[in-house]
């Protein structure tokens, strides 16, 4: 169930029941072959999966984050980190304002980690908040099933290349992951990275891929109940 979905009388009618939200955060930039949305694309996909199973409402999505790096890419579209910690605060102060209690953030983007902190400062100041940040990709649930089929999570890699996602033929040999040390400017960035992905398999089994988004999505239902 989305925000989009309803009117405001919806709205008021969903917090006589329930005070949860879900807001996903997350980037456009690029991921080599796949989408440039793909960081909002996969939490997106997980939190309507969520929804369906538990009722909790979805917010529009932001689809902009923290990518300096990439921008030596046509197609990536980046906040500074300040002005994406300011939005995400203003999201989550405006939803408390209208009665949401407790909101899970679900994040597809490493760049937007500075939110977190921010939003540990906002928790000091809503008497009642309750907030939960996930990072699908660096979950230990992703950790395990990774390691069972002997492969490494990584950017832009086959981890992120749902068939939602990918956008372009995938090359069939691995990536020798680049070497890469320090803190880099855009225009250095895509000289290491080249078509953008970090290394290893551009992609794996579809099976792997359910068993990834299976395992999230269980993550998911459990932070939602914000035990």
Known sequence: MRLEELNWMDVEAY???????????????QHGYLSLLTDAKIPLALAD?????????????????????????PGTLSLRAS????????LVRS???????RIALLNGHGGNAPCRTRLAEVA????GMHLNWYDWWLSHSVE?????HGL???????LEAFPFTIVGDLPQESKIPPRVSGIMDAKTARQVYGD???GGPYHADDVIMDEIFEACLQDILQILQFD
Do not use: C
Not at 83 to 90: F, H
Not at 144 to 148: D, G, R
Not at 152 to 158: D, E, F, L, Q, R
């Open 196 to 198: 953008g992905s970090f």
């Open 124 to 127: 000091n100041d809503l008497a």
């Open 144 to 148: 395990t099933v990774a390691q069972k």
């Open 83 to 90: 002005t994406l910690m300011d939005a995400v605060e203003d």
């Open 49 to 73: 999966a969520a929804s369906q199973r538990s009722g909790v409402l979805v917010a529009p999505p932001l689809n902009f984050g923290a990518s300096p790096y990439f921008l030596a890419y």
């Open 95 to 101: 939803a408390y304002q209208t009665g949401f209690r």
């Open 15 to 29: 917090l006589a029941q329930d005070d949860r939200l879900i807001l996903v955060i997350g980037a456009t930039e």
């Open 152 to 158: 490494k999570p990584s950017h832009a890699n086959w």
